[in-house]
């Protein structure tokens, strides 16, 4: 499996109003084998993982399955939060998406159901 591109939206300490990306076919990173992850702590190493993570299998493996993921990992203060990732195995490309929201996407509103699936 070869990871392709990166979205997200209020992730851990990656608030944003909107969707980021970011496009691991474009540069600096095509043509690159290989590339690390750096920054101090609370930049959002960790949480970029977390991305593929949700993406992929709904969960997140430091948070284990002790309640839903979205208590854990929705930026505070948010009412929605979405983890995608696009990824190619042989000559096929998927993506793999994962969001939550609290009832009408605001901050106080209750929790909805998680959503998760996959595109081919």
């Known amino acids: 499996m070869k990871v392709l591109a990166l979205r997200w939206q209020n992730i851990h300490s990656l608030r944003c109003a909107s969707p980021q ?8 990173f095509h043509g690159n084998g290989l590339f690390t992850i750096t920054g101090p702590t609370g930049a959002g190493k960790s949480t ?3 991305v593929i993570c949700l993406a992929l299998y709904g969960r997140t493996p430091r948070f284990g399955d ?3 993921p979205a208590e854990h990992v929705m930026s505070w203060g948010t009412g929605e939060c979405v983890a995608e990732v696009d990824y190619a195995v ?15 996407r605001k901050a106080e509103g209750r929790l909805q159901a998680q959503i998760g699936r996959a595109h081919v």
């Open 48 to 50: 970029l993982l977390d």
């Open 66 to 68: 002790s309640v839903g």
């Open 21 to 28: 990306t970011i496009d691991l076919e474009a540069a600096p």
């Open 90 to 104: 042989a000559d096929r490309r998927y993506r793999s998406r994962w969001a939550c929201h609290r009832a009408g």
